[in-house]
Antibody, heavy 120, light 107 residues
Framework: EVQLVESGGGLVQPGGSLRLSCAAS????????MSWVRQAPGKGLEWVSV???????YYADSVKGRFTISRDNSKNTLYLQMNSLRAEDTAVYYC??????????????WGQGTLVTVSS | AIQMTQSPSSLSASVGDRVTITCRAS??????LGWYQQKPGKAPKLLIY???SLQSGVPSRFSGSGSGTDFTLTISSLQPEDFATYYC?????????FGQGTKVEIK
């Protein structure tokens, strides 16, 4: 069974850093496109970043230069390193898998989400 | 970045109604669009990809259409479990962008 479990969220001060983790089971992270999507409280969804199976990465303009997506193949885990955090980064962060049998980059499995709150 | 504009932002409908939600892209995106359903406190769920392909396990009352800049999600007969917020997402290029969402409420 495919599962994604995020962790690492919490309260952090503006300018601080946080690393989110997404532990996967039932499939191999390195063989799939994996993304992070966030949702500010009471707001819509915002795509954040993707890492391809080949290792290429892409970011939303709002996080480029501050966030880094990566993975640890030995742990079958996806990460999001978030630096220089701002109040507007406050959101629930979801990791998601792009379905291997799906045309294009759409997400068939999602984690439960982890809340990041940036506040002093 | 490509802007995705959904309409309406919200709608009220009754069980059994036919519901249509539209999504317009700021530039042509071929058929590189998906639709997601999200219920409060839950992760989104993929309904449709490639504009009109039904994701495995999704009821056939959901359908998608369109190409280029204009897309539609249709629920042929609204069921109680369909009351939720719906989002479109373009995967034509990066950054991927979502529409602002359409909340479907009970009339």
């Amino acid at each position: 069974e495919v599962q994604l479990v995020e962790s690492g969220g919490g309260l952090v001060q503006p300018g601080g850093s946080l690393r989110l983790s997404c532990a996967a089971s039932g499939f191999t992270v390195s063989s799939n496109y994996m993304s992070w999507v966030r949702q500010a409280p009471g707001k819509g969804l915002e795509w954040v970043s993707v890492i391809y199976s080949g290792g290429s990465t892409y970011y939303a303009d709002s996080v480029k230069g501050r966030f880094t997506i990566s993975r640890d193949n030995s742990k079958n885990t996806l990460y999001l390193q978030m630096n220089s955090l701002r109040a507007e980064d406050t959101a629930v962060y979801y990791c998601a898998r792009a379905g291997p049998g799906i045309t294009g980059t759409h997400f068939d499995y999602w984690g439960q989400g982890t809340l990041v709150t940036v506040s002093s | 970045a490509i802007q995705m504009t959904q309409s309406p932002s919200s709608l009220s409908a009754s069980v059994g109604d036919r519901v249509t939600i539209t999504c317009r892209a700021s530039q042509g995106i071929r058929n590189d669009l998906g639709w997601y359903q999200q219920k409060p406190g839950k992760a989104p769920k993929l309904l449709i990809y490639a504009a009109s392909s039904l994701q495995s396990g999704v009821p056939s009352r959901f359908s998608g259409s369109g190409s280029g800049t204009d897309f539609t999600l249709t629920i042929s007969s609204l069921q109680p479990e369909d009351f939720a917020t719906y989002y479109c997402l373009q995967d034509y290029n990066y950054p991927q962008t979502f529409g602002q969402g359409t909340k479907v409420e009970i009339k």
